[in-house]
């Protein structure tokens, strides 16, 4: 990819501009991130081992976990790390592979939960149907797709971003390489290259999202038909963790990225990455342990000495 900027190193702005803020957001983070990689690899092992984990939500639930992990590998160990040694600085190619496998993680994430709101659709909508259409190749089928969508997206913004040009200021307002931030620091029109990002993402995120609401239309209306009050809750039951990271996905995604650039704010980003690209991926494994009586029965394998 051609590069004809004279910026070669940019600076991170890092969690905050006070000293002081810096290292107690570092101490925050930090224990953040460790429980986001203690909960991710549980939920990973747990998936793997236990036989009765061996299902198309599980297989979902564990790839989920995996992009999670990744996703907030990518962002907050250099932050950490340079906070500590006060190092700020991050080359052009490092900044270019940080945004591009930023936003293909979290585009997997979009398409992710997709695929698991079409599982939990076909479990309730055809539970007949649903052991022969959601076979493992189908499963496999659904992740692979996932990650080649992924990677193209990320692809293209990656192109679309780093093909303006870069002459100065160098300080990115955020605490990792993002789309936002770096557009304000391009030099001439960003207009053209800001529309195709938004029509592209757009597009993919509101396909999605219009999928995931198809989903649980079908959803709503199977369980509105069962008859029995018990019926309906271990029916709905089955999609309330799901339910939940669709709502916080989409809520935090948009608030973030589904604007101009023109109304960029730097704090208004910095707190919305922070929900979106750090505590969800905590959050997640919670949201999909703490109301699983199998997922907790596994873990309680891994971990026998934690009192249940």
Same mark, same amino acid.
């Given at each position: 990819m051609a590069n004809l900027s004279t910026v070669s190193v940019f600076i991170l702005q890092g969690f905050s501009a006070v000293p002081a803020l810096q290292l107690l957001s570092m101490a925050i983070f930090l224990l953040i991130y460790l429980a986001a990689v203690l909960g991710n690899v549980s939920?990973?092992?747990a998936v793997t081992l236990d036989s009765h984990l061996h299902t198309p939500m599980y297989f979902f639930i564990k790839h989920l976990s995996l992009v999670d992990l990744c996703s907030t590998s990518t962002t907050l160990p250099r932050a950490l790390v340079a906070t500590m040694a006060d190092t700020k600085?991050? /080359?052009?190619?490092? &900044?270019?592979?940080q945004l591009f496998a930023f936003v293909c993680f979290g585009s997997l994430e979009c398409f992710l939960i997709t695929a698991m709101a079409f599982d939990r659709c076909l479990a309730i909508y055809r539970p007949l149907t649903y052991g022969v259409t959601m076979s493992s190749q189908t499963c496999v089928s659904l992740v692979v797709v996932a990650w080649v969508s992924g990677l193209l997206f990320s692809t293209f913004h990656m192109v679309n971003t780093f093909s303006l040009p870069f002459c100065g200021?160098?300080?990115? @307002?955020?605490?990792? !390489? @993002?789309?936002?931030? +770096? %557009?304000? +620091?391009?030099?001439? @029109?960003?207009? =053209?290259?800001?529309?195709? =990002?938004?029509?592209? /993402? =757009? !597009?993919?995120? %509101?396909? &999605?999202f219009a999928l995931t609401c198809l989903s649980y239309v +079908?959803?709503?209306?199977?369980v509105v038909h069962i008859r029995s009050?018990? =019926?309906?809750?271990?029916?709905? /039951?089955?999609?309330? /963790?799901?339910l939940a990271t669709v709502l916080l996905f989409y809520g935090t995604g948009s608030s973030a990225y589904m604007q101009p650039i023109a109304h960029y704010s730097p704090l208004q980003g910095r707190m919305a990455a922070i929900f979106y690209s750090i505590l969800m991926p905590t959050l997640n494994p919670l949201i999909y342990s703490l109301r699983n009586k199998d997922m907790k029965a596994a873990l309680r394998k891994l971990y026998p000495q934690v009192p249940s």
């Amino acid at each position: 990819m051609a590069n004809l900027s004279t910026v070669s190193v940019f600076i991170l702005q890092g969690f905050s501009a006070v000293p002081a803020l810096q290292l107690l957001s570092m101490a925050i983070f930090l224990l953040i991130y460790l429980a986001a990689v203690l909960g991710n690899v549980s939920i990973m092992i747990a998936v793997t081992l236990d036989s009765h984990l061996h299902t198309p939500m599980y297989f979902f639930i564990k790839h989920l976990s995996l992009v999670d992990l990744c996703s907030t590998s990518t962002t907050l160990p250099r932050a950490l790390v340079a906070t500590m040694a006060d190092t700020k600085e991050i /080359s052009f190619p490092a &900044c270019a592979s940080q945004l591009f496998a930023f936003v293909c993680f979290g585009s997997l994430e979009c398409f992710l939960i997709t695929a698991m709101a079409f599982d939990r659709c076909l479990a309730i909508y055809r539970p007949l149907t649903y052991g022969v259409t959601m076979s493992s190749q189908t499963c496999v089928s659904l992740v692979v797709v996932a990650w080649v969508s992924g990677l193209l997206f990320s692809t293209f913004h990656m192109v679309n971003t780093f093909s303006l040009p870069f002459c100065g200021p160098n300080m990115i @307002d955020h605490f990792f !390489c @993002d789309i936002p931030p +770096l %557009m304000h +620091l391009a030099c001439g @029109d960003t207009q =053209g290259h800001e529309a195709a =990002g938004f029509i592209v /993402s =757009g !597009c993919v995120i %509101m396909t &999605c999202f219009a999928l995931t609401c198809l989903s649980y239309v +079908l959803i709503v209306y199977t369980v509105v038909h069962i008859r029995s009050a018990a =019926g309906r809750w271990k029916a709905f /039951s089955t999609c309330s /963790s799901h339910l939940a990271t669709v709502l916080l996905f989409y809520g935090t995604g948009s608030s973030a990225y589904m604007q101009p650039i023109a109304h960029y704010s730097p704090l208004q980003g910095r707190m919305a990455a922070i929900f979106y690209s750090i505590l969800m991926p905590t959050l997640n494994p919670l949201i999909y342990s703490l109301r699983n009586k199998d997922m907790k029965a596994a873990l309680r394998k891994l971990y026998p000495q934690v009192p249940s």
